[in-house]
């Protein structure tokens, strides 16, 4: 649905940084779908295409919602602080911590190496993280919501009824896909806890 107001999703998320005194990011264009984020390190919001040149409500909700993290990243959001410290350790976690069990479990059932189960253990725990984060990322991303309703109301980039409605939808449609990946993860979890322990029971 397009906006009345006529900016795009760039327009709106330069202004919205500038309302907070924000002079140190920039907005970037980057190709492909869906690949809209805020990276930290080189302080840039980079929107998809379709979302950067985008004058509908999905593409200004989406551009708020990235700049929400930019204000995170300004204001010292502890949440945000948390997950980019914990991303090393996931990205470890995801990569090693299946294999570790997977190698511990097979040394145990071969020949009863009790050093295996301390292997699958660790790997469970390495693969714990990925879940962790999962976790933490659920208040960032929630907050960032806020953060862009608030903005785009106040701002007068989506008038009230349904333009500030259809702005709310999606962006709630957007927290449930965090959500959802949080309890898959948690499935993940769970599954590799059970191989882990309930295999080594019926050892």
Known sequence: MPVRVGLSGADVARKILATNNISDVCVESTPGELSDHYDPRDKVVRLSEDIYHGRSISALGIAAHEVGHAIQDNKGYLPMRIRSGLFPAVMLGQMLGPWLMIIGI??????????????????LVFYASVFLFQ????????????????????????????EISGGKKVLTAAAFTYIAAALYSLLELAYWAWRVFGSRQRD
Do not use: C, H
Request: charged share 15%.
């Open 106 to 123: 097979m040394l145990r059932s071969a020949s009863g190496f009790g050093f295996g189960d301390q292997i699958a253990i660790v790997g």
């Open 135 to 162: 976790l933490v990322t659920l208040p960032v991303e929630i907050n960032a919501s806020q953060r862009a309703v608030k903005a785009l109301a106040s701002g007068g980039y989506l008038l009230e009824g349904e």
